[in-house]
């Protein structure tokens, strides 16, 4: 699974560039040029880390490391800054700091001990992203257990995303049975599913009901 890298980077950006030594190495790169396009698209992207070229803005970073910490839950966050602008020891909020010049390796090196351990079987769809191995799901930021059976739902209705699967064809491939007579059970994990990767799991946005059908993940 590519981990997804949301990089922050001005038009005044000195010294190398780093963008397609990561994607060689299997980086997923999302690129913006401020800290505010880095807010807006924060939420829906869910970054596994933050790269914040503090040097291309010849500043120290503070105030878009500070905002994305108020949004973000528990978001790692590399700052790459230069010798004229120091960072003061209260002013420090990002995991980890290096300053200008540096290699990319040295940035490698940085980078991987930031990101979460994943299994080798990692659906990712939309926000969703679904370890199998470990069974548990992360979205938009949270982090959650799942049993075997939630896992094999939740990954059902990941590879139909965008359309609806009715309640008995669901129900009969994740408890792998032909009786369909009783789904009342598949109610009550349907909605375990929602407290894991739902915002409101009283609104839900991503799993909805269509009643009389099924079940539909809009991610």
Known sequence: MQARILWIEGKRAEGPSFMSGLRQKGYELHIVPTGDAALDILPDLDPDLLVLNAASFRSSGVRICRSVRQLSNGLPILLINDVQHPLRKEDICANTILTLPFTLRKLLN??????????????HKGPIRL????????????????TPRLAKILKILMEHAGSVVEREALFRQAWDTDYTEDTRTLDVHI??????????????????????????LDA
């Open 110 to 123: 940085r980078i991987v001990p930031l990101l979460p351990l994943e299994g080798k079987k990692v659906i």
């Open 131 to 146: 370890d199998m191995e470990m069974k548990k799901v992360r979205c938009h930021g949270k982090e959650a257990r799942l």
């Open 191 to 216: 909605s375990w599913l929602r407290q894991a990767i739902e915002e409101d799991p009283r609104n839900p946005r991503l799993l909805v009901t269509l009643r009389g059908l099924g079940y539909r």
